[in-house]
């Protein structure tokens, strides 16, 4: 019995969203720590009264979101890299917030946010060509 339970844990905790995220591996090194620099300077310098702002145009308003950490995985979608972060609004609801970041010249910046998940929930976008 005991090894069904942690079984069925480590099933649970394998399967978990986390698990899921998209990565590539071929974006490595100083290219995967420069694009990740990038949306952590952007929520910083972008940031006022302490929260991060984005206006959800679903939901039809502007939302003031605590920074909570940026996930690891990076994927390519046609022009731009695409890397998220989580954050919460002040009802403790979680947004996956998903960078759009270019690189020009050797230099990594991110050119727009976009809500991808609330509480899990998934948003459909598309920007490749």
Same mark, same amino acid.
């Given at each position: 019995?005991? =090894?069904?339970? #942690? ?11 986390? @698990?899921? @995220? ?40 502007? =939302?003031? #979101? ?15 890299? %695409? ?8 009802? =403790? ?7 759009? %970041? %270019? ?11 976009? %809500? ?14």
């Amino acid at each position: 019995m005991k =090894k069904a339970v #942690l079984l069925g844990l480590a099933v649970a905790v394998g399967l978990s969203a986390n @698990a899921f @995220a998209a990565d590539d591996p071929s974006i490595e090194g100083q290219q995967r720590a420069d694009i990740k620099a990038s949306m952590a300077a952007h929520i910083e310098t972008t940031k006022y009264k302490d929260a991060y702002l984005i206006f959800d145009a679903v939901a039809g308003g502007l =939302k003031r #979101l605590k920074f909570d950490h940026v996930h690891d995985g990076i994927v390519r979608k046609g022009e731009f890299f %695409v890397s998220c972060a989580d954050f919460y609004d002040g009802d =403790k609801r979680l947004y996956d917030i998903d960078f759009l %970041v %270019v690189e020009e010249d050797g230099k990594y910046r991110v050119v727009q946010a976009l %809500v991808h998940k609330i509480d899990g929930d998934k948003r459909k976008y598309h920007v490749e060509n």
